[in-house]
């Protein structure tokens, strides 16, 4: 009797194996178009895009008015010379990081200048260069390094300095330093910056 399993064993095996494979497979689902979708896709990303320019030029706004505060304070000569100053330079606030503010970071100006921070394709505004502040693994915009705007913790952040070379502060998440610049659409910018 055993004998006979074992000799009929395969002919089921087989038996099995062809009813698998005669299966009907299921039916396809219907092919969604991606048309609609990547429209969507689409507009999210220009109200995105839209939202940040937006914050950017607030920042920018914020930081001339801090500028613009304390050339006032200054007088009136020294607003003359700035206005000198501002016709032979497009860049009127720049950024310095490094331990003793040595290293220029780019400007703080349209995003269409080459050294624009907002310039996500130049060398101040990508992700990859090591002069960067968007740069997640580099000295100015990590989360650990104590030369970083992004680190909350950080000592010694980049700088904002005018074109006459006045300091308008420090470009930090770390709220506890006095010299920061606490501006609230700076901050709101700088956090958006530092979370992407």
């Not at 064993?9 to 178009?33: I, K, M």
Request: charged letters at 20%; one cysteine or more.
């Amino acid at each position: 009797m055993r004998m006979g399993s074992v000799r009929l064993l395969p002919w089921v095996l087989g038996a099995c194996s062809l009813a698998a494979c005669g299966s009907p497979e299921p039916a396809a689902a219907p092919r969604v178009s991606a048309a609609p979708s990547d429209g969507r896709i689409e507009r999210e990303q220009q109200a995105i895009e839209h939202r940040l320019r937006k914050l950017q030029h607030q920042a920018l706004s914020e930081l001339r008015k801090l500028r613009e505060s304390r050339q006032a304070s200054a007088g009136p000569a020294a607003a003359a010379r700035d206005e000198a100053a501002e016709s032979t330079t497009e860049c009127e606030l720049l950024v310095f990081g490094g331990t003793s503010h040595e290293t220029f970071l780019g400007c703080l100006c349209d995003e269409h200048h080459a050294d624009s921070v907002f310039n996500m394709l130049g060398e101040h505004g990508s992700h990859l260069s090591p002069t960067s502040m968007r740069n997640k693994f580099g000295a100015y915009g990590s989360n650990h390094d104590d030369t970083s705007a992004c680190n909350a913790r950080a000592t010694r952040p980049p700088v904002v300095v005018a074109s006459d070379g006045k300091s308008l502060g420090m470009l930090t998440l770390n709220a506890s330093l006095k010299r920061r610049i606490s501006a609230p659409s700076v901050t709101d910018w700088l956090a958006r910056m530092c979370g992407e």
